[in-house]
């Protein structure tokens, strides 16, 4: 067998990493936090530094600012909450920005290590939309909020002993969990899956060179794929966030 | 070094306390608080109100270059309106001041021909008058000639003892003279 | 003695193994509804769009959301495929 010998390496190396400074504190920065910070001031440097002199004719960075702005106030903000709804679209940037910058790390050259792989960024920012989805429901609601969720109309009277458990596991539960994990997985599965091809294909370079070519030429594909699904779950985040806030003003749509 | 490398390289013996890798770490967690209130504060601070601030102003500014121009429009339409109602006015005018100079070249022309026939017929009247007196002149004047030259031929004619070719002659040289004075 | 050590060893590499089968049938199990699942969701939405294209971006958001719902459900496999592990 020509992959005899290949051996992949276990989860923990590809996710865990040594601290870098503060070591076992709870503030220690290992590569994840670091990339997160980097993203941060890189966030940062690019909007609020090409912001600072915006021109009438844009060019060059206020083009991507623009274009950024755009694609979420009109194609998130207005598109799923509504045509008021501008005064969630620095949320719902920023939001979109910062998880799409942690996903693109994934792709980049030595880095190659998206932080939204680590539980703790995705169960953050879930947890962050369920506070302001759940905030925002009961100020603008009251306490109906949670009992028309809980007891939603037209439903048969017997029906709400099987209902309401499940609408109650579905909101408490399920929702932000699966808001989390849909990121998280996605972005350990593209990275999990790029460490495999690149392996595979440093193996069969020096073992099997016969079918190198195979895992190389599937190892650039998969990174052209995983460029789309960072892109997209960044999208898929935000667009939901703004669902939940959408609902949260209007629970009856 | 040891920092630096711990970017690219993955832990070797990763950390003792075996905790599932699924799962969330406080460290973590702390880092990405920090850095999203960071990039949502500065951003919603100072990136997105400059940001939409510029394409709002752009909006502004295309549509009221786009008012601007339709009124620039509007007017140029509404002067080109006068500019052809005058000119079809003037067209008009033209054609009403060349209507009458035909008119009027119209009405000198009769004048003209009227009064050519009656000076015309003017002369030919006092020509006429003319030629008439002339003649009337000329037979009273031949009459007057005659009548001498009758009484001065009965004279001669009782003068001498005519023969018949004298008395023809006579005639005749008498006719030549009248001849030679008339003519 | 030498019997019952080696019996338990045994045993504890059967459990292993079959956590490692357990955990891979897992995911593979877990994979099949959304599989399909998604599959009718582009499939409607592509009909819809060829219907009525002036509606494409609507339908296009639309089907992003009923993806990630229904994917939900694939990747809740990945991670117990991870837990059941670990």
Request: proline share 5%; aromatic share 10%.
């Amino acid at each position: 067998m020509l992959l005899a010998k290949f051996t992949f390496p276990p989860t923990d190396e590809l996710f865990r990493w040594k601290d870098m400074v503060f070591n076992d504190s709870p503030y220690a920065i290992n590569k994840t936090s670091f990339l997160v910070m980097t993203s941060a001031v890189l966030i940062i440097a690019l909007f609020v530094g090409g912001s600072r002199k915006m021109k009438l004719v844009p060019s060059g960075v206020q083009n991507l600012l623009e274009v950024t702005y755009e694609f979420v106030d009109h194609g998130i903000t207005r598109d799923v909450i509504g045509p008021n709804a501008a005064r969630f679209t620095p949320f719902l940037g920023s939001l979109f920005l910062y998880i799409l910058f942690l996903n693109f790390w994934e792709i980049i050259p030595f880095i190659q290590f998206p932080p939204t792989a680590r539980a703790a960024i995705p169960a953050y920012l879930a947890i962050q939309t369920y506070l302001i989805y759940w905030y925002l429901g009961f100020r603008h609601n009251g306490f109906k909020y949670l009992t028309g969720h809980l007891f939603p109309p037209g439903v048969p009277l017997p029906l709400y002993i099987l209902v309401t458990p499940i609408e109650l596991v579905q909101i408490v539960f399920v929702r932000p969990f699966s808001l989390a994990v849909r990121l998280l997985a996605n972005m350990m599965a593209g990275h999990i899956l790029l460490t495999a091809l690149a392996l595979l294909t440093a193996y069969t370079l020096t073992n099997a060179p016969i079918i190198f070519i195979g895992p190389f030429l599937l190892l650039v594909g998969v990174t052209a794929f995983e460029l789309l699904v960072g892109f997209l779950q960044a999208y898929i985040f935000t667009l939901l966030t703004a669902v939940f806030i959408a609902d949260s003003l209007h629970p009856e749509h | 070094m040891h920092g630096v490398l711990a970017l690219v390289v993955a832990s070797e013996e990763a950390e003792v306390t075996a905790k599932n890798p699924i799962l969330p770490e406080t460290k973590e967690i702390v880092w990405a608080v920090v850095a999203f209130v960071l990039v949502f504060s500065l951003l919603a601070w100072k990136a997105w109100p400059a940001i939409k601030k510029a394409l709002r102003d752009r909006e502004d500014k295309i549509r009221g270059d786009l008012e601007r121009a339709e009124a620039v429009r509007s007017e140029a339409e509404a002067s080109l309106e006068e500019y052809n109602q005058q000119l079809a006015e003037a067209r008009g005018e033209a054609g009403r001041i060349i209507e009458e100079a035909r008119v009027a070249a119209d009405q000198v022309r009769k004048d003209l021909i009227a009064r050519a026939e009656a000076d015309a017929a003017d002369v030919r009247t006092r020509a006429q008058e003319d030629i008439r007196l002339a003649s009337d002149r000329a037979i009273a004047d031949l009459q007057t000639r005659v009548s001498d030259l009758s009484i001065e031929l009965a004279e001669r004619i009782v003068q001498r003892n005519l023969d018949r070719d004298t008395q023809i002659a006579l005639i005749e040289s008498y006719i030549n003279e009248v001849g030679g004075t008339r003519r | 003695m030498h019997d019952v050590l080696l019996a338990a060893q045994a045993a504890g590499e059967l459990k292993e193994g079959l956590s490692a089968i357990g955990a891979g049938i897992v995911y593979g199990a877990a994979a099949i509804g959304p599989g399909i699942g998604i599959g009718i969701v582009v499939g409607n939405a592509i009909t819809a769009m060829a219907r009525q294209p002036e509606m494409a971006g609507q339908v296009r958001t639309t089907m992003f959301l009923g993806i990630a719902f229904t994917e939900a459900l694939a990747l809740f496999g990945f991670v117990l495929f991870f837990l059941a592990k670990g």
